[in-house]
């Protein structure tokens, strides 16, 4: 029995842990604030080279207006190096849909490295979305009330919920894109309109993957080129570098007499 006990209390230390934690991420939504890591990034260096952030950051978002890439975000983001308290790291983030790409370039030592993920920012229905509309429908009934009564205020009322949920069906069916990025910049709305509403097309699987293979090879090719620009070769995470190269050459078979 004894040797029970501690397992019942980790389990239900693990179930108490779990429902807070799940409780105050739907309550106020503080978790995931970098979304869910993606297959297709990648992290490459260079050996006594140096360049400034910014200047990258920039080149990459000329690279992307040149290309006029539709519905594709770019902001500046900054992320804690460690813990709450240490240093920020700014982020050059490129956003479309719900699908981000990080880029950062920065010095580690004497290495200057260039990376990039992919994550995933899932819209999410919390608990303050919900009295958020609560409070807005109830301010729109207590505007029709006055002028026409209770019961036709409640008429009124649904219909305006079903003429919402109309057009928002009707966003995520048009082969127009401009209502559609509307709906997925408006607060609250935008995370209904995902989960409910929003529907998966042949266009927006296409365009998707050729967001996430596009973008990633661009910005590659831009670390590769400022990297030769100063005589210096970009190296790819998990190949050797340039010192060490030849100890892991494959060496030819001996000849056998």
Not at 50 to 70: D, M, N
Request: glycine residues 8%; neutral net charge; proline residues 6%.
């Amino acid at each position: 029995m004894s040797d029970d006990k501690p397992k019942v209390s980790e389990w239900i230390r693990a179930v108490l842990q779990t429902v807070i934690r799940d409780g105050v991420d739907f309550v106020f939504g503080l978790s995931n604030k970098r979304g869910e890591p993606q297959p297709g990034g990648w992290l490459s260096y260079a050996e006594n080279f140096t360049c400034s952030s910014q200047e990258f950051y920039e080149s990459v978002e000329g690279q992307i207006k040149i290309r006029k890439l539709p519905g594709v975000e770019i902001e500046r983001i900054q992320f804690a190096e460690g813990g709450p308290i240490s240093d920020q790291r700014c982020y050059l983030r490129l956003m479309r849909e719900r699908l981000a790409i990080d880029i950062c370039a920065a010095p580690f030592g004497t290495v200057f490295f260039f990376s990039c993920r992919v994550v995933h920012v899932p819209a999410r229905i919390r608990l303050w979305h919900l009295a958020a509309a609560f409070g807005f429908f109830s301010l729109v009934s207590c505007l029709l009330v006055r002028p026409l009564g209770p019961a036709y205020a409640m008429i009124a009322l649904i219909g305006l919920i079903f003429a919402i949920g109309a057009m928002m069906r009707n966003a995520g069916n048009a082969a127009f894109s401009d209502l559609d990025a509307l709906l997925l910049k408006i607060p609250v709305l935008c995370t209904f309109y995902e989960d409910w509403f929003r529907q998966e097309t042949y266009y927006r699987s296409d365009t998707r993957q050729l967001y996430l293979e596009l973008l990633p090879s661009l910005v590659q090719g831009l670390a590769e080129s400022a990297c030769a620009a100063k005589g210096v070769k970009l190296i790819p995470h998990g190949q050797p570098s340039p010192i060490l190269k030849e100890l892991y050459k494959t060496l030819p078979p001996e000849k056998v007499n």
